[in-house]
């Protein structure tokens, strides 16, 4: 019997397991209707790509994704009769049209899904019975009036921009969260290794679409696929 492949690998052993106990924990809005409070720390968090702030509000502490210029001592409030300034948390059916945010709940009071990448931005583009919301990816979306973002941009903007100049750096950056690097393609394998592996050359040899119910060990490449390749 052959090797089990890393798919199947990946649901056990510690290899393939975060170092979560590093995180900073969820990045969420206060679950209070208002809520006002000071930036106490910035904190680097190995689980996302944006650094937090730790904030102190009348109900004890809570964490929240930096903005792009948040400082240590800045005043930030949240909710009902926040001032739409930047770093301030407020509904989205009550920021103006071209104000850029991030953080953006997708049902009222579930703490921000969308927008919460180092240097992303969302932008108002319009109000009616929903607000229509231009996201990082260009798409058009419909929200709640009554889902809550944090108006600014989010801060680590020029993240990509430095090289990683070598190896050892990539292993790292990917290994903080549970990623195997570097990914060993199935041809360039061995029989013993993968499905697509052996051969004089490094073509799959057989058939690359395969049952939805195949075998664990036997489902790589394109699974139950109605078509493959280019479009005609």
Not at 46 to 58: F, I, L, S, Y
Not at 78 to 105: F, Q, V
Request: net charge positive; glycine share 14%; charged share 25%.
């Amino acid at each position: 019997m052959g090797k089990r492949i890393i798919p199947r690998r990946r649901g056990r052993g510690r290899r393939y397991k975060a170092a979560d106990n590093r995180f900073k924990g969820d990045a969420r809005h206060p679950r209070s209707k208002s809520s006002s409070g000071k930036v106490v720390e910035l904190l680097h968090d190995p689980g996302r790509t944006a650094p937090v702030a730790k904030v102190e509000d009348q109900n004890g502490t809570y964490t929240m994704i930096a903005h792009d210029g948040m400082h240590v001592g800045q005043e930030v409030s949240a909710g009902h009769g926040a001032e739409l300034d930047t770093g301030n948390t407020a509904y989205i059916g009550s920021i103006p049209e071209g104000t850029k945010i991030y953080n953006i709940e997708m049902k009222p009071g579930d703490g921000g899904k969308l927008a919460r990448a180092a240097g992303n931005a969302a932008t108002i583009v319009s109000h009616g019975k929903k607000t229509i919301v231009r996201l990082p990816s260009k798409a058009q979306k419909a929200f709640d009036n009554m889902c809550r973002a944090t108006i600014g941009s989010v801060a680590g903007s020029g993240r990509g921009e430095k090289p990683i100049a070598k190896a050892g750096k990539n292993f790292y950056r990917n290994r903080a969260r549970p990623k195997i690097w570097p990914k060993v393609r199935g041809v360039a394998m061995n029989a013993v290794d993968h499905p697509h592996g052996s051969g004089r050359k490094q073509t799959i040899g057989i058939n690359s679409t395969v049952s939805r119910n195949a075998p664990p060990g036997r489902k790589v490449g394109h699974i139950a696929a109605k078509r493959t390749g280019a479009k005609r």
